[in-house]
């Protein structure tokens, strides 16, 4: 029997279990749809503005600093809203998708805080997203335990030092498409708010912290609106004054890097600063110029945080979050232990320790971790450098970072057949994952989401778009790439054997790269490119 939502104009096309139905109760449901019934029409007038301002890009118009808000930038008076209970100390942040096993082991970790993650490092299968809430829910209500297929327990810590729990919802451009509002799909990102917002905002308060998000993915201060405005309208649904959601905003687009101080302004109420989303930074950068062959850039491994774009977007962000009076919060290590190789491991520990150190005397006031083993080695640099609770009060008025500065690609490094070579096969992977329900895929010793696969993809468009030259001269074209992925592809199923390779989802993510790495089709976000092989439908219609 399909889904009664018992709400009017609310269909549910995929199929609900009993447990599943606790989450999706008629009231969060009706809230669903205030929430969509309210804001969809801007969501959708802000996805068009985004492709007005990429045919702008394409045209040759640069990024800049907005003459309309410079009033707000220029104005020292204004400050956004103080630390909420839970948030003051976040020197060590974890992230990693919903699973229950990851957010119990997460809680558990010794760190401040535990991003839990509905988008970038979760696919967002009916399943994991329902189950993912569920998680949440009992998390935040203590009641939380696993036992796994080997009967290991897990449970929650009863010494207190339990992470503070935040929730990422997905970005704005991406939709929930196993639940209709008027025949409309909602948006993913009001999907996840929605649920987590209402079974879990008063518990929250209760356990003494709050109802905590970061918010992904903005490309301007009007995004940041948008969210101000559910987060009043969400605070008054439930009668809770306004003002005590908080919300990270991640700066992870060149577009909002040159809106910082606006994305704060329009959630200062709401705010609990800002994050240098790393990864899907460099993703956008090469993704929004990626028609300028001004702005080539060389393989992925020669892009450092001291890369110049990358650092003058890192120093106007601290001087930016602490001239407002909120977190300046670091970047992610996505190293993990590497075993049997202590060589190796030794390395990889090295570059997470030197990473740490170069975020806490620039200013950070925490940073992020993919691993709990690396919970430790961050506190450490942390608790050295940084024994107060955040360093709010270093305000870096040293640093002018201007528009040219935010767009300098003189970065040293070259285009190498390796570097093609592992675009390829990091793509590869983790779209064969994703297909398979797996948004966090350890690759190569690093544990991977989105980004990742964003950033490969994205310059192997950009080199065959431009006839890029590798080192050795050799011209990227689309034919060479493609020849390229055959021959990844076939060295995968090699590895694999042939019972493996034909059970897994490779030559469903091959058929799907070719199409990502000619120049000329380029999806906006593989997520969303992807998204319809993982949408199941329990009501006979056409996939929507």
Same mark, same amino acid.
């Given at each position: $029997? ?19 139905? !606790? ?7 009706? =809230? ?35 003459? !309309? ?123 996840? /708010?929605?649920?987590?917002? /209402? ?69 200062? !109420? ?14 956008? /950068? ?18 450092? $945080? ?22 300046? $919060?670091?970047? $992610? ?48 640099? /942390? ?117 493996? =390779? ?43």
């Amino acid at each position: $029997m399909p889904f009664d939502s018992k709400v009017p104009g609310l269909t549910i096309l995929a199929k609900v279990t009993p447990a599943q139905a !606790e989450i999706l109760t008629p009231e969060v449901l009706q =809230f669903v749809a205030t929430l969509h019934r309210t804001y969809e029409p801007t969501r959708q007038a802000l996805l068009q503005r985004r492709q007005q301002r990429q045919i702008e890009l394409d045209n040759g118009r640069l990024p800049d600093f907005l003459p !309309e808000t410079r009033s707000i930038r220029e104005d020292a008076t204004w400050r956004a809203a103080k630390p909420a209970p839970g948030l003051q100390d976040r020197r060590v942040e974890i992230t990693g998708p919903v699973d229950r096993k990851m957010v119990i082991n997460a809680l558990n970790s010794g760190a401040a805080t535990f991003m839990a993650d509905f988008e970038d490092s979760n696919a967002p299968t009916w399943e994991n997203n329902i189950n993912g809430q569920t998680n949440l829910k009992d998390a935040i209500h203590q009641r939380i335990s696993y036992t796994a297929p080997n009967g290991k327990q897990y449970n929650i810590r009863k010494d207190g030092k339990v992470a503070t729990l935040i929730v990422r919802p997905r970005g704005w451009h991406l939709d929930e498409k196993h639940v209709l509002v008027d025949g409309q799909i909602v948006s993913g990102s009001l999907f996840d /708010f929605a649920l987590y917002f /209402f079974h879990n905002a008063r518990k929250s308060i209760e356990i003494g912290i709050g109802p905590y998000f970061y918010v992904p993915k903005m490309e301007s201060h009007l995004e940041a609106r948008l969210w101000n405005d559910v987060f009043n309208t969400a605070q008054d649904y439930i009668g809770l004054p306004r003002g005590t959601i908080r919300a990270t905003a991640l700066i992870e687009t060149i577009l909002g890097a040159f809106e910082m101080d606006e994305i704060i302004y329009e959630l200062r !109420e709401h705010s609990a600063g800002l994050n240098c989303g790393r990864w899907d930074y460099i993703f956008s /950068f090469i993704k929004k110029l990626r028609q300028n062959p001004d702005f080539v850039l060389p393989d992925r491994s020669d892009i450092s $945080m001291t890369t110049p774009f990358m650092d003058a977007y890192v120093r106007l962000l601290i001087k930016t979050c602490h001239k407002r009076g909120v977190h300046a $919060m670091g970047g $992610m290590a996505a190293q993990i232990p590497i075993k049997n190789n202590e060589a190796a491991n030794k390395a990889a520990m090295d570059k997470v320790h030197n990473d740490k150190l170069r975020e806490v005397k620039a200013g950070h006031d925490g940073t992020w971790v993919a691993h709990p083993d690396l919970v430790k080695l961050a506190l450490k640099v /942390f608790n050295e450098h940084m024994p107060q609770p955040n360093q709010l009060h270093i305000r870096r008025d040293d640093v002018h970072v201007t528009a040219s500065d935010l767009l300098n690609t003189d970065v040293k490094g070259a285009i190498t057949e390796a570097g093609i070579r592992a675009n390829v096969s990091v793509s590869l992977i983790y779209m064969e994952a994703w297909l398979r329900g797996l948004g966090c895929v350890p690759i190569h010793n690093l544990m991977e989401d989105a980004a990742t696969a964003e950033i490969s993809r994205s310059q192997l468009w950009q080199w065959a778009k431009h006839g890029a030259r590798t080192i050795d001269g050799t011209v990227v074209t689309p034919k060479y790439l493609l020849k390229v992925l055959d021959e990844e592809t076939n060295l995968l199923a090699q590895s694999m054997g042939e019972q493996r =390779f034909q059970a897994s989802k490779m030559t469903q993510a091959k058929a799907y790269l070719a199409t990502q790495i000619t120049g000329q089709d380029y999806s906006d976000f593989l997520t969303s490119l992807l998204y319809n092989d993982i949408v199941e439908l329990e009501k006979l219609q056409a996939r929507i």
